[in-house]
């Protein structure tokens, strides 16, 4: 099973600056990794599938990077309704398909 | 406009089953492989379980092996998820969700919740 290990837990931002969340696999997932974002009391999102691709309707101010075990997810300047979890999973090695433990991105 | 749209959660007690179902709209569920995945309380997301299109392809995670069933029927544009000697550690919130094409979740429903209570 590959482990997911996102950092950090905890992201506190301002409104308008960056945010810039980190998620490891334990073993390559080549680009086979989606980020998804989710409000309290709300299913997750799709934001980013194939590592860098974003889904549709997703604005161009979040974008994902990386392949093999390190990837970043990044949300360039933070508006108020971007405040949530992001989970990273990877859909390469499956079953089981594996997600990391969640980053809460947090208004400072 | 794609839909799913979960029932079935309830409150069970340990040992207990439960049936949960899914209902799809809006696209062609027959083409689509479908998860359930779900959520503890205040707890990150876990995958459970995925079916293939024609339900050649059928996976569990090793929590849930042996005693959930998941199933689906294509002429219903349905999703089911049958759960067995159900454990306090199932409780959560149960998501269906569409696999876009590998299983990157492009839509998931609402969720119903399962609480395993004495």
């Known amino acids: 099973e590959v482990l997911m290990t996102q950092s950090p837990a905890t992201l506190s931002v301002s409104p308008g600056e960056r945010a810039t969340l980190s998620c490891r696999a334990s073993?390559?997932?080549?680009?086979?990794l989606a980020w998804y974002q989710q409000k309290p009391g709300q299913a997750p999102r799709l934001l980013i599938y194939?590592?860098?691709t974003r889904a549709t309707g997703i604005p161009a101010r979040f974008s994902g990077s990386g392949s093999g075990t390190e990837f970043t997810f990044t949300i360039s300047s933070l508006q108020s309704e971007d405040f949530a979890v992001y989970y990273c999973?990877?859909?390469?090695?499956?079953?089981?398909?594996?997600f990391g433990q969640g980053t809460k991105v947090e208004i400072k | 406009e794609v839909q799913l749209v979960e029932s079935g959660g309830g409150l069970v007690k340990p040992g207990g089953s439960l049936r949960l179902s899914c209902a799809a709209s809006?696209?062609?569920?027959?083409?689509?492989?479908m998860d359930w995945v779900r959520q503890a309380p205040g707890k990150g997301l876990e995958w459970v379980s995925s079916?293939?299109?024609?339900?050649?392809?059928?996976y569990y995670a090793d929590s849930v092996k042996g005693r959930f069933t998941i199933s689906r029927d294509n002429a219903k544009n349905s999703l089911y998820l049958q759960m067995n000697s159900l454990r306090a550690e199932d409780t959560a919130v149960y998501y269906c969700?569409?696999?876009?094409?590998?299983?990157?979740?492009?839509?998931w429903g609402q969720g119903t919740l399962v609480t395993v209570s004495s």
């Open positions: 969700a569409r696999a876009k094409q590998l299983p990157e979740y492009d839509y």
């Open positions: 809006g696209f062609a569920f027959s083409t689509y492989t």
């Open positions: 079916i293939s299109s024609t339900s050649t392809y059928i």
């Open positions: 073993q390559s997932v080549s680009s086979n």
């Open positions: 194939g590592a860098s």
């Open positions: 999973q990877q859909y390469n090695n499956w079953p089981p398909v594996t």
